[in-house]
């Protein structure tokens, strides 16, 4: 069982249907809280992060769509707790390299990946300017 953090276009048709067919397995694991997987890594990962879940179905299915693939299999947004729905999938059990790696090794990219490297880490250190007292109009000290 795997959710991949990579775009989805880079998925072939395998990845992304094998992909989309276990996000509903992991789905209903996590809503009508089943016993099965439920200590799986890639479902722990996910759990309290129903939202985040929830948008990379509709990556998924949008993917699935934009090819020509049927997509009849909604996912209801009601059913994410309102405490989960901002929240954002920080956790990765492989890097997005990792990832890419793995799956260029099963035939399953699409096309060359880019240079994605950990552009979904967080930023760090990112702080407001303290520059309040530049809007004095200083503009005559020549
Ligand atoms: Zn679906």
């Given at each position: 069982?795997?959710?991949?953090?990579?775009?989805?276009?880079?998925?072939?048709?395998?990845?992304?249907?094998?992909?989309?067919?276990?996000?509903?397995?992991?789905?209903?694991?996590?809503?009508?809280?089943?016993?099965?997987?439920?200590?799986?890594?890639?479902?722990?990962?996910?759990?309290?992060?129903?939202?985040?879940?929830?948008?990379?179905?509709?990556?998924?299915?949008?993917?699935?769509?934009?090819?020509?693939?049927?997509?009849?299999?909604?996912?209801?947004?009601?059913?994410?707790?309102?405490?989960?729905?901002?929240?954002?999938?920080?956790?990765?059990?492989?890097?997005?390299?990792?990832?890419?790696?793995?799956?260029?090794?099963?035939?399953?990219?699409?096309?060359?990946?880019?240079?994605?490297?950990?552009?979904?880490?967080?930023?760090?250190?990112?702080?407001?300017?303290?520059?309040d007292s530049a809007s004095n109009?200083?503009?005559?000290?020549?």
């Open positions: 069982m795997r959710i991949w953090d990579i775009p989805p276009e880079y998925l072939d048709r395998d990845h992304l249907l094998g992909e989309h067919r276990e996000l509903h397995a992991l789905w209903v694991i996590l809503v009508d809280k089943r016993t099965g997987y439920r200590h799986h890594p890639e479902t722990l990962r996910w759990v309290g992060k129903l939202g985040a879940l929830h948008r990379r179905h509709e990556m998924l299915a949008a993917e699935m769509q934009r090819r020509g693939y049927r997509h009849e299999s909604p996912l209801d947004w009601g059913a994410v707790p309102p405490g989960e729905r901002d929240l954002e999938q920080d956790e990765q059990l492989l890097t997005i390299s990792e990832q890419f790696a793995l799956l260029r090794r099963k035939g399953g990219l699409l096309s060359p990946p880019p240079d994605l490297h950990e552009r979904s880490a967080p930023l760090e250190g990112l702080s407001e300017t303290s520059g109009d200083n503009v005559s000290d020549r």
